[in-house]
């Protein structure tokens, strides 16, 4: 049986379903899941099933148990059809973790104190192991916001970033009315979805807010301003946007410099 790579599982549950990274590529993103299924015992089964061909490397039970399925340099089936950056095979360059939860067909439940504390303390070790940096720990529906909603809006990115995991700011206030119309077309439309693929989603820049640009508006929106899931392109979605990609780079389109050590239980960088 192998060896958990994080000292932080507790057990090794082998799942079948893996392959090699595609290339020898090393993990450079983490994405985060929900189960999405009634109990933690029917998601490590399925995870585990070979006809299901769906794993990830991590398991987080609700009382923070965390278990590994797949060994961090192997390529788990847990992504799919998705992009971040131009990048089309996630798979190969991420690890996933499955966090326990119902999801929006249970109702969207809390996420548990004892679950989060566990999912914040294994994202650090493996962000710091992997020098994975804060804007590339990502939703499922970040990188596929077609088909995917996980680990939904009520999933607590704010407290990940406070424990020192993530790219976060404070959203916006919220403020009524889209700033455009479905269908609607000229610059602002283009320099929204140029914002939107500066930052990371896969979306197409036509000029035209059309579904596909709705979709990556309402996966940023369950991601960055969850107050409020609606596609609407509206004024505090727009500024909350802004304000993590001047987070990012500098004022002449550069990566800005920023304290990238792995950070300590309270969030503050590690000496």
């Given at each position: 049986?192998?060896?958990?790579?994080?000292?932080?599982?507790?057990?090794?549950?082998?799942?079948?379903?893996?392959?090699?990274?595609?290339?020898?590529?090393?993990?450079?993103?983490?994405?985060?899941?929900?189960?999405?299924?009634?109990?933690?015992?029917?998601a490590?089964?399925?995870?585990?099933?070979?006809?299901?061909?769906?794993?990830?490397?991590?398991?987080?039970?609700?009382?923070?148990?965390?278990?590994?399925?797949?060994?961090?340099?192997?390529?788990?089936?847990?992504?799919?059809?998705?992009?971040?950056?131009?990048?089309?095979?996630?798979?190969?360059?991420?690890?996933?973790?499955?966090?326990?939860?119902?999801?929006?067909?249970?109702?969207?439940?809390?996420?548990?104190?004892?679950?989060?504390e566990?999912?914040?303390?294994?994202?650090?070790?493996?962000?710091?192991?992997?020098?994975?940096p804060?804007?590339?720990?990502?939703?499922?529906?970040?990188?596929?916001?077609?088909?995917?909603r996980?680990?939904?809006?009520?999933?607590?990115?704010?407290?990940l970033?406070?424990?020192?995991?993530?790219?976060?700011?404070e959203?916006?206030p919220?403020?009524?009315?889209?700033?455009?119309?479905?269908?609607?077309?000229?610059?602002?439309?283009?320099?929204?979805?140029?914002?939107?693929?500066?930052?990371?989603?896969?979306?197409?820049?036509?000029?035209?807010?059309?579904?596909?640009t709705?979709?990556?508006?309402?996966?940023?929106?369950?991601?960055?301003?969850?107050?409020?899931?609606?596609?609407?392109?509206?004024?505090?979605?727009?500024?909350?946007?802004?304000?993590?990609?001047?987070?990012?780079?500098?004022?002449?389109?550069?990566?800005?410099?920023?304290?990238?050590?792995?950070?300590?239980?309270?969030g503050?960088?590690?000496?």
């Amino acid at each position: 049986m192998p060896v958990p790579d994080s000292p932080l599982a507790e057990a090794f549950v082998a799942s079948p379903n893996f392959g090699e990274r595609r290339g020898h590529r090393r993990p450079n993103a983490l994405i985060l899941h929900y189960t999405g299924m009634p109990t933690a015992q029917s998601a490590l089964a399925l995870l585990c099933d070979p006809a299901a061909e769906v794993s990830a490397h991590y398991f987080v039970f609700e009382d923070g148990r965390v278990v590994q399925l797949v060994a961090e340099a192997d390529r788990a089936w847990h992504a799919g059809r998705g992009s971040w950056k131009g990048e089309s095979d996630m798979n190969s360059v991420s690890i996933g973790i499955e966090i326990v939860n119902s999801g929006h067909d249970g109702g969207l439940p809390d996420f548990p104190d004892a679950q989060v504390e566990a999912t914040i303390a294994l994202c650090r070790d493996i962000c710091a192991r992997r020098a994975i940096p804060p804007e590339r720990v990502l939703a499922h529906s970040d990188i596929a916001p077609d088909r995917k909603r996980d680990p939904g809006e009520a999933f607590p990115w704010g407290l990940l970033h406070a424990g020192g995991v993530g790219h976060w700011v404070e959203p916006a206030p919220l403020s009524d009315g889209s700033l455009f119309r479905i269908a609607e077309e000229g610059p602002p439309v283009r320099a929204l979805q140029a914002m939107l693929a500066l930052y990371g989603y896969g979306v197409e820049i036509t000029g035209v807010y059309d579904a596909p640009t709705r979709s990556v508006v309402t996966a940023f929106q369950r991601h960055f301003r969850p107050a409020r899931v609606d596609g609407e392109a509206d004024a505090s979605t727009v500024a909350t946007l802004k304000a993590l990609i001047e987070g990012l780079y500098d004022g002449f389109g550069e990566p800005a410099k920023r304290d990238r050590r792995p950070r300590n239980a309270s969030g503050r960088p590690d000496a």
